[in-house]
C-alpha cells in the first residue's frame, strides 16, 4: 500500500445495548476508561489511520463529541448518528469519510484491538482489496433446521469466527452498501456477494465483542492481564 494512500477508520457503536440490561455499553468503564475511548484511542495512536468517524446512537452524539474533546481525537472529524441497523451505521460513516482510499471498519463494542491488527488487516487487504479478521473456530459446529435436528457437522478446520477490523478499498464497500438489499451483520458479506474476494487474516482470541455483563468482565480480565 503506498504511502500516498488515506486510510479513514469507521467506528461503529450505534448499537442498543439490550442485551447489557439496560446499560449502554459503549459509555460502560472498562479499567477505568469508556469502552468507546479505548477503541478510539488506539485509531488515534495509529499512525496508519489518518481519519476517524464515529457513529454513535442519536442520544449518544453529545457525550460522545465530548468524550472526543476530552480525550484530543484529533483524527475523530466526525461523530454522526447511526440508523436502525448495523448497515445504516456503517453506510453513514462512510459517508462521512473524506479523500480516503481504504476504510477500516470496526466494532466499537471490541475495547481489545490493537495497533498491530489494523496494520495487518491493511497489509491482507492489498491483495485483493478486501481483508477480515478471524480466529479459527474451536468448538464443534452443527447446522441445525428450526426443529434442532442436526443436518451437518461441517469440518472444523474450514470455519474461522470473523471479527472486526474489516478493511476494505473505500470504493469497494461503498458501492456494496449502496447495492445491499436484505439485512446483513457482517460487511464483509456484502463485498462477497459482489463477487470480490476477501482475505482472512489471524485476528486475536483477546479481541472479544461486548454483549452482555460476562463479557465486560472477561474483557476487564484481559485488560489486566494486559495491563493495559
Same mark, same amino acid.
Given at each position: 500500500?503506498?504511502?500516498?494512500?488515506?486510510?479513514?477508520?469507521?467506528?461503529?457503536?450505534?448499537? #442498543?445495548?439490550?442485551r447489557?440490561?439496560?446499560g449502554?455499553?459503549?459509555?460502560? %468503564?472498562?479499567?477505568?476508561? /469508556?469502552v468507546?475511548?479505548?477503541?478510539?484511542?488506539?485509531?488515534?495512536?495509529? /499512525?496508519?489511520?489518518?481519519?476517524?468517524v464515529?457513529?454513535?446512537?442519536?442520544?449518544?452524539?453529545? /457525550?460522545? #463529541?465530548?468524550?472526543?474533546?476530552?480525550?484530543?481525537? %484529533?483524527?475523530?472529524?466526525?461523530?454522526?448518528?447511526?440508523g436502525?441497523?448495523?448497515?445504516?451505521?456503517?453506510?453513514?460513516g462512510?459517508? #462521512?469519510l473524506?479523500?480516503c482510499?481504504?476504510?477500516?471498519?470496526h466494532?466499537?463494542?471490541?475495547?481489545?484491538?490493537? =495497533?498491530?491488527?489494523?496494520?495487518?488487516?491493511l497489509?491482507?487487504a492489498?491483495?485483493?482489496?478486501?481483508?477480515i479478521?478471524a +480466529? /479459527?473456530? $474451536?468448538?464443534?459446529?452443527k447446522? =441445525?433446521g428450526?426443529?434442532?435436528?442436526?443436518?451437518?457437522? !461441517? !469440518? #472444523?478446520?474450514?470455519?474461522?469466527?470473523?471479527? $472486526? !477490523?474489516?478493511?476494505?478499498?473505500?470504493d469497494?464497500? $461503498?458501492?456494496?452498501?449502496?447495492?445491499?438489499?436484505?439485512?446483513?451483520?457482517?460487511?464483509?458479506?456484502?463485498?462477497?456477494? %459482489?463477487?470480490y474476494?476477501?482475505?482472512?487474516?489471524?485476528?486475536?482470541?483477546d479481541?472479544?465483542?461486548i454483549?452482555?455483563?460476562?463479557?465486560?468482565?472477561? =474483557?476487564? +480480565?484481559?485488560?489486566?492481564?494486559?495491563?493495559?
Amino acid at each position: 500500500m503506498s504511502n500516498q494512500q488515506k486510510v479513514g477508520a469507521v467506528i461503529v457503536a450505534a448499537g #442498543r445495548g439490550e442485551r447489557m440490561g439496560g446499560g449502554d455499553k459503549v459509555f460502560a %468503564s472498562l479499567g477505568g476508561k /469508556p469502552v468507546l475511548a479505548r477503541v478510539v484511542d488506539v485509531f488515534q495512536r495509529c /499512525p496508519s489511520v489518518h481519519q476517524i468517524v464515529v457513529v454513535v446512537s442519536q442520544p449518544n452524539i453529545e /457525550p460522545a #463529541r465530548q468524550l472526543a474533546i476530552k480525550r484530543e481525537w %484529533s483524527k475523530a472529524t466526525e461523530v454522526c448518528a447511526g440508523g436502525e441497523r448495523r448497515q445504516d451505521s456503517v453506510l453513514a460513516g462512510l459517508g #462521512r469519510l473524506s479523500n480516503c482510499n481504504w476504510v477500516v471498519i470496526h466494532d466499537g463494542a471490541r475495547p481489545l484491538v490493537t =495497533a498491530d491488527l489494523i496494520d495487518r488487516g491493511l497489509e491482507a487487504a492489498g491483495e485483493t482489496g478486501a481483508a477480515i479478521a478471524a +480466529v /479459527p473456530v $474451536t468448538d464443534t459446529i452443527k447446522v =441445525a433446521g428450526d426443529d434442532k435436528i442436526v443436518h451437518q457437522t !461441517p !469440518p #472444523r478446520q474450514n470455519l474461522w469466527a470473523v471479527q $472486526t !477490523p474489516q478493511v476494505f478499498l473505500l470504493d469497494i464497500i $461503498t458501492k456494496a452498501y449502496q447495492r445491499a438489499t436484505g439485512e446483513v451483520t457482517d460487511d464483509a458479506s456484502l463485498v462477497e456477494q %459482489s463477487g470480490y474476494k476477501v482475505k482472512l487474516y489471524m485476528g486475536s482470541y483477546d479481541n472479544i465483542k461486548i454483549t452482555t455483563p460476562d463479557d465486560l468482565a472477561l =474483557a476487564e +480480565v484481559l485488560v489486566q492481564k494486559h495491563g493495559k
